[in-house]
């Protein structure tokens, strides 16, 4: 996709293969004392950021492909490539990919010489992978063909997947990894397309599958995505899964703990493929930890963050952020696809329970005076209940009740119903996910020459449940967090939104046109801000579409 956005800085360096940025980066450590008292350290680091400006020719291989999720990604997709369009009873639809950051998003980048904030999209920041020209292929343990695996779903309108038919009837998933007792047991009927073998050989053909896909389709890249059943988790033994050396071992001797998304995960790190974990289960156990480590190899988890839970986190922002105290919360719903259906066992629930609950806690841990000792209960009474109705299909309802203690004795109850199109919301996500997973890869931070390893899961949490990280799993300074790593490669300073110059704009000017040159004003007297006078636009649009940052 077209890069539209420059900045005009010399710290910034436009090359044919690269785009290079110098930046500083500022943050703080803080020390608590045992009185009480907490002494802060501002620190600055400068980093060198250099993005490769190229985008390789990129594959996404999906386990679970054949499902709900998958298949609605692959139609989402291939409706955008072919510019597809089809009626319901609303009228006319044409393929977007509303609800993806990276296709629709937008970051604000400055002010224009009227003092509004200029916002530009997303995709035309950095160089980013163009999804409809992303390979697709993947693994199923239902033979069934893409186009008859979309049906079955129900998600999109009759007329769109007939329109989808002839692009996706060819599509058949490969043979996948199984094993019956890490998912619910009505699963059964869905098996016919399964690998045989030890876990070892096993994970061995993925790894030949991952090559085959490279090859054929002529790849410099390959992601692996698991979009497949939420699998319980994984117990966590030592000498069986606490090392690589150990779980290698275990899946040559087909351990029982050894779970298909781990198989998937140690076959794409041996490929030097990231992996992206879509479902709440503990796929990430130490060894592949470890192994993700040693080989510099990118992972993301926990569960894709959609509908009931990514509104949980806004709100438990919002609650805990205004200095009010949640108490209790309440969250029910129902759903009536396979995701449902499986959810229905004890084990498999207890996987997408612990992921939900994640983001209260995190919150909960970020106010210690709001839930200090003795001024009430210690924690919020959570509860999470998922009950499976086969008749609303991939149309989940659910129901939240909020209830704070507010000033004075006094309690506040939010009520909340929400009806969303699950798959709906996942494919937009998973398609941030895997063009997020692209361009970070293709990004160098170092200080003092050392490169930065990044933690995808703190860079990616926004996307998820239970992200691998400590930071508090916040939906606002998840996004944040993204948007200040497309800003630092572009040399542009960490967004605080202040504003100290877009109200009293005029009377700095004036005053530093006065010659004053004393205390704020100083600083920001600088060749850059003004100009025989003037305020330089922060935007300046060109005849070609490329807006400039000064």
């Not at 899964?241 to 790190?269: C, F, G, R």
């Not at 009536?336 to 609950?357: C, H, M, V, Y």
């Not at 948007?483 to 960490?494: D, G, I």
């Amino acid at each position: 996709m077209p890069v539209n956005v420059k900045v005009n800085s010399p710290k910034v360096t436009y090359g044919g293969d690269f785009i290079k940025a110098k930046y500083n980066y500022e943050s703080s450590t803080a020390t608590q004392h045992p009185d009480g008292r907490i002494t802060i350290n501002p620190y600055t680091l400068e980093m060198d950021v250099t993005t490769a400006a190229k985008v390789p020719r990129t594959g996404l291989m999906m386990a679970g492909w054949g499902g709900n999720n998958g298949t609605t990604f692959t139609g989402m997709c291939l409706a955008n490539k072919h510019k597809l369009t089809w009626h319901s009873k609303r009228g006319e639809h044409k393929a977007d990919f509303l609800g993806s950051v990276s296709m629709i998003g937008t970051f604000p980048v400055g002010l224009n010489e009227d003092g509004e904030e200029v916002f530009a999209p997303v995709r035309h920041m950095l160089p980013m992978l163009d999804p409809t020209k992303m390979e697709i292929d993947g693994w199923d343990i239902s033979s069934m063909n893409l186009y008859d695996g979309l049906k079955r779903a129900a998600v999109f309108d009759w007329e769109l997947q007939e329109k989808l038919r002839p692009h996706m009837e060819q599509l058949k998933p490969r043979k996948a990894v199984f094993f019956q007792d890490f998912v619910a047991a009505n699963q059964a009927d869905r098996v016919d397309n399964v690998i045989t073998g030890t876990k070892y050989e096993q994970m061995e053909k993925l790894r030949a599958d991952i090559r085959d896909f490279k090859t054929k389709k002529n790849l410099d890249k390959i992601i692996i995505l698991w979009v497949g059943n939420t699998e319980r988790f994984s117990e966590v033994v030592p000498g069986l899964n606490d090392t690589w050396a150990n779980l290698e071992k275990s899946m040559k001797a087909s351990a029982h703990e050894v779970s298909p998304s781990t198989v998937y995960a140690a076959a794409a790190i041996l490929e030097g493929c990231a992996y992206i974990n879509g479902s709440p289960q503990n796929t990430f156990v130490p060894g592949i930890l470890e192994l993700a480590e040693k080989r510099r190899i990118m992972i993301c988890g926990d569960d894709l963050k959609t509908g009931q839970t990514k509104l949980k986190s806004v709100l438990m922002d919002y609650l805990v952020g205004a200095g009010l105290k949640p108490e209790s919360i309440v969250s029910y719903n129902h759903l009536g696809n396979n995701d449902g259906k499986n959810l229905s066992a004890p084990q498999t629930f207890r996987s997408k329970e612990i992921s939900k609950r994640g983001v209260v806690d995190d919150m909960v841990a970020s106010n210690k005076e709001l839930f200090a000792a003795g001024t009430g209960p210690q924690k919020p009474d959570h509860l999470v209940v998922i009950k499976y109705v086969p008749y609303v299909g991939d149309s989940k309802r659910a129901m939240d009740e909020y209830t704070s203690a507010i000033a004075m004795g006094g309690l506040n109850t939010m009520v909340i119903h929400n009806t969303c199109e699950d798959s709906l919301l996942a494919a937009p996500i998973m398609l941030d996910l895997v063009l997020f997973m692209e361009l970070f890869q293709r990004m160098d931070v170092k200080v003092n020459d050392e490169k930065i390893h990044f933690e995808m899961g703190q860079l990616l949490g926004y996307w998820m449940k239970a992200p691998l990280h400590t930071m508090t799993n916040s939906l606002f300074r998840q996004r944040s967090c993204i948007e200040n790593l497309v800003r630092a490669a572009l040399s542009l300073p960490a967004n605080n939104h202040l504003f100290l110059t877009k109200s009293p704009i005029t009377n700095v000017v004036e005053t530093l046109q006065n010659g004053v040159t004393n205390g704020v004003h100083k600083a920001v007297r600088e060749p850059s801000v003004l100009k025989n006078g003037n305020i330089l636009r922060n935007i300046l649009p060109s005849t070609n579409g490329v807006h400039s940052i000064n």
